[in-house]
Structure formats: C-alpha cells, structure tokens
C-alpha cells in the first residue's frame, strides 16, 4: 500500500532543498539560466543530501570558433552538499563525463 503522507513529506523536502541549492547557486554565481536538478542522494544516514545541479551559462567573451559555431554559452555542472535544515555545507564542480558505466 502506498503511503500518500509519506509521499507528501518527501515532495515538501525535495522542494525545500531544491530551493536551498538554487538560492545558493544565486548567491554565488547570480541568477542563472535553466538551472535543474541532475541527481539526487541521501548520505551521512539521511541526514544530508548530495544534489548535483546543472544550469546554463553565457560565454563573457567568447573565441571565434565558438562564435563561428553559434556556442553562446556551456552546461555548468556542480555538486552541493546540504543538510537537512537547509545549510550549504559544501560545492564542488561535476562531469557527467565522470559516471562509471
């Protein structure tokens, strides 16, 4: 049997740490465009969560291959750390590229 209150108290902390993540991207980087949740995982016994975040930034000052090839921006990608309470404890950069398959 499913167990909706669960299912409910899990949304309103995904929501809650999602907007931990995206206010500390903000504050660090600025505002940026179409930032998203990659992944998400529990550690330290549930007690923390492990998000890795994804958002779009524009070149400052792009060269002239991206320029002749239209790349106005990159996918940046970072992994962040945060406590249940909504505390930033740590960020560090990620790859997509560093799965293991």
Known sequence: MIDEA??????K?????????KQFITELFGKQEQFQ??????????KTWIV????FQKHK???????LMGLTGSR?????TIQENGTV???SNWSPASLTL
């Not at 902390?13 to 993540?21: L, N």
């Not at 949740?37 to 549930?46: N, P, Q, Y």
């Open 6 to 11: 669960k299912i409910k108290d899990s949304a």
């Open 89 to 91: 404890l740590g960020i």
């Open 52 to 55: 890795t975040v994804s958002y």
């Open 37 to 46: 949740i990659e992944e998400v995982s529990r550690a330290g016994r549930g």
């Open 13 to 21: 902390e995904f929501k809650a740490m999602e907007q931990s993540a």
């Open 76 to 80: 940046i990608y970072k992994q962040l």
């Open 61 to 67: 000052s792009p060269n002239d291959l991206q320029k």
